[in-house]
């Protein structure tokens, strides 16, 4: 390892310490970056300190205007909106005026209520948090056991980082190069079986525990009709744009303004019946979009900082050159990535995890496979890097999630456990385990038939 090498894996291991550390994100990166550059031109006088320090000129705003990061603040908007619309009730409630009739059937509610909210959230901690606030309250009252209900809480808010629209996957395609409208479509049949799973998950306890959630009790009719009268909007909007970027209809900076003015008018419209979207309400959702999306961009800002520091060392390249001369099977490199990324989520945010580490993986796994231009015949991971994109960054994405609810510190359960403040940390963690395992599941599916990513995108492209 050389000099410049050396310099770059102290830097990287002080940004992980700095994380640790509670630092925030954007500003430990920055940091980092900076420092290490530093320490670069005093170790290795051609890598100048000048003509990085006047990049800084146009950075920040290169990042900031960016088009195809205008999603993001877009689709945040769109969340706060929905929540301030008491839209997350209104699903939640229909949802389980369905499955009512089920055991556990509030349980099963709350897990397909997370995956809706998440077609306009796109956070897996937001979406928890607000389905959290929305189904605790009713599965306390119904006598849900403490751990079915938080544990299914806490698992269902992972499917906001992945069910499309999400700003993880907008970030990884950026980085990659990849198509953000095909992510959003590989996205869909993952999140959909991992709805599926949960929902299986959650049948499966209540048959094994029926302690661990009440009887079946199903609404009064005029209760029921109210409910689904009031789901029916809300699934047609939400269901658009999901099947719309499906689709290939429109891309997702403009489905993201039409999703704001719809949701807007619609929480408006809603004023009518005593609820809904009310001034303060939108208020409220711009300044909370504004601190949201400040702090997103200035991650991506300080990643870019960072991403300079790293490249100057040459850390991505030699850790290209290294996993391509090493001779280890590529399927070990991929598996053991997976297994870092989810270590790595206990403590990180998924959003900055993506911007670190990704950088790293990706020339890594295309060095392996067979180089940029590789193609599906005698690639090592059997298909061209444009599908390898699409592949891993899935992969990356449920991995994320496992990270969200894995010990001992998964971030969605720390949610959850400060809304179920009576509710013992262990306990949670024991409601997540089933879901943890099922998820499992899903990514050795994904392993296997890579198909269940890459299908939706080829199906659309013809």
Not at 358 to 368: E, G, T
Request: net charge positive.
């Amino acid at each position: 390892m050389g000099e410049r090498e050396l310099i770059g894996v102290i830097g990287l291991a002080l940004l992980f310490v700095l994380l640790a550390l509670r630092i925030p994100v954007g500003l430990a990166m920055v940091a980092i970056g900076i420092g290490g550059n530093y320490a670069l031109s005093l170790a290795v006088p051609y890598l100048r300190f000048d003509p990085y320090l006047k990049q800084f000129k146009t950075l920040l705003w290169n990042v900031v205007a960016n088009y195809e990061l205008s999603v993001v603040p877009l689709f945040i908007l769109m969340g706060y909106l929905a929540s301030h619309a008491n839209l997350s009730r209104d699903l939640f409630q229909g949802l389980n005026a369905l499955t009512g009739r089920l055991r556990g059937g509030v349980a099963m509610a709350a897990i397909t209520a997370c995956a809706g909210f998440g077609a306009v959230c796109g956070s897996s901690l937001a979406t928890a948090s607000t389905m959290g606030r929305v189904a605790l309250p009713e599965l306390r009252r119904m006598n849900y056991a403490p751990s079915l209900a938080t544990g299914a809480l806490a698992a269902g808010g992972t499917l906001g980082i992945l069910i499309p629209p999400s700003v993880a996957l907008v970030i990884y395609a950026i980085i990659v190069e990849a198509s953000i409208i095909e992510m959003f479509q590989a996205a869909i049949v993952p999140g959909v079986i991992a709805v599926f799973f949960f929902l299986g998950v959650i049948a499966l306890i209540v048959r094994l525990k029926p302690d661990a959630a009440p009887p079946a009790r199903a609404m009064e009719p005029a209760e029921r009709r109210r409910a689904l009268i009031r789901l029916a909007p809300v699934v047609i909007l939400f269901g658009a744009i999901v099947l719309g970027l499906g689709a290939g209809l429109f891309t997702p900076t403009p489905a993201a303004g039409v999703g704001v003015v719809a949701v807007a008018a619609y929480g408006l419209a809603l004023r009518f019946r005593g609820d809904g979207l009310s001034l303060s309400g939108i208020r409220q959702s711009l300044l909370d979009t504004a601190r949201t999306g400040g702090m997103i961009y200035f991650i991506l800002f300080g990643a870019e900082v960072l991403k300079g520091f790293f490249t100057r060392a040459g850390l991505p390249a030699a850790l290209a050159q290294w996993a391509g001369a090493s001779g280890l099977d590529p399927w070990t490199v991929l598996i053991a990535m997976l297994v870092i990324l989810i270590i790595l989520g206990c403590f990180m945010d998924s959003l900055a995890m993506i911007l670190v580490v990704v950088p790293f993986f990706w020339p890594a796994l295309v060095d392996l496979n067979g180089g940029d231009y590789a193609t599906a015949a005698g690639a090592a991971y059997g298909m061209d890097t444009d599908s390898l994109k699409i592949w891993f960054g899935i992969l990356a994405l449920v991995v994320v999630e496992l990270g969200l609810i894995t010990p001992p510190v998964g971030l969605n359960v720390f949610i959850i456990a400060s809304l179920a403040k009576d509710t013992p940390m262990g306990t949670v963690f024991r409601g997540v385990m089933p879901f943890f395992g099922i998820e499992i599941v899903r990514v050795a599916l994904l392993l296997a038939f890579p198909a269940l990513a890459l299908l939706l995108p080829r199906l659309v492209a013809g």
